[in-house]
């Protein structure tokens, strides 16, 4: 499974536009890109997923360059509400049952 | 829809005690995961359900731990005996079979479990 590197924490003011780049250099062909989303006290929440070049979704998007050795989870006008950890995973999307493997992750905070 | 659902939400136990926790994935998923995450440390993955058959344990730390789950429902993680060490957050979630891959797990709020 391929390691991921993700910036520890971040500061943003609401409003603002946040990106957080993760870094994958060892990401297999076979691999996805997914990111979640954890508030404290709750289990993670899945955010968005891709394989290649950029999804947009009612909440992010992901941009993944041609290389896919790292992707960059875009959140627009963030508000207080986005503060949370954000975790970048890569996994091999085509095993039946894949398992997650979760790294530290980022913590944002969104200040007023 | 009701969500993925964990019992009990907190329990405190004394080292050397028994407990089982709870959970219930999203009707109709086959896939049910455990992970937990210690103190400090990040989130792991224990193991694998598809309907009641354990698909992938690897991740279950020893023989203190037992995962089931009956007519491929409900499961329970036990654990016995506590060790200070087990304390943490476990969580579950769920998945669909016939998409298993997309990445999207559903997780339930957690059960966070005190040994003392």
């Known amino acids: 499974l391929a390691k991921t590197t993700q910036p520890i924490s971040m500061d943003s003011y609401e409003g603002q536009e946040v990106n957080i780049t993760c870094s994958h250099n060892n990401i297999a062909t076979n691999d996805y890109i997914t990111w979640y989303q954890q508030f404290p006290s709750q289990g993670p929440r899945f955010i968005i997923q891709g394989y290649k070049t950029k999804v947009t979704n009612e909440v992010a998007s992901l941009f993944i360059p041609a290389d896919r050795k790292s992707s960059t989870l875009s959140l627009p006008r963030v508000s207080l509400s986005d503060t949370a950890v954000y975790y970048c995973l890569v996994g091999d999307g085509l095993e039946y049952g894949n398992k997650l493997v979760f790294g530290a992750g980022t913590i944002l905070r969104v200040k007023s | 829809e009701a969500g993925v659902t964990q019992f009990p939400s907190h329990s405190v136990i004394e080292k050397g005690q028994t407990v089982t926790l709870r959970c219930d994935p999203i009707s109709g998923h086959d896939n049910l995961y455990w992970y937990r995450r210690v103190m400090g440390k990040e989130i792991k993955f224990l193991l694998h359900f598809v309907k009641e058959s354990k698909q992938d344990e690897s991740g279950m730390p020893n023989n203190r731990f037992l995962a089931e789950r009956t007519g491929g429902t409900y499961s329970t993680l036990k654990v016995q005996p506590a060790e200070l060490e087990d304390s943490g957050v476990y969580f579950c979630?769920?998945?669909?079979?016939?998409?298993?891959?997309?990445?999207?797990?559903?997780f339930g709020e957690g059960s966070r479990l005190t040994v003392l």
């Open positions: 979630a769920s998945s669909q079979e016939w998409r298993p891959n997309t990445g999207e797990l559903f």
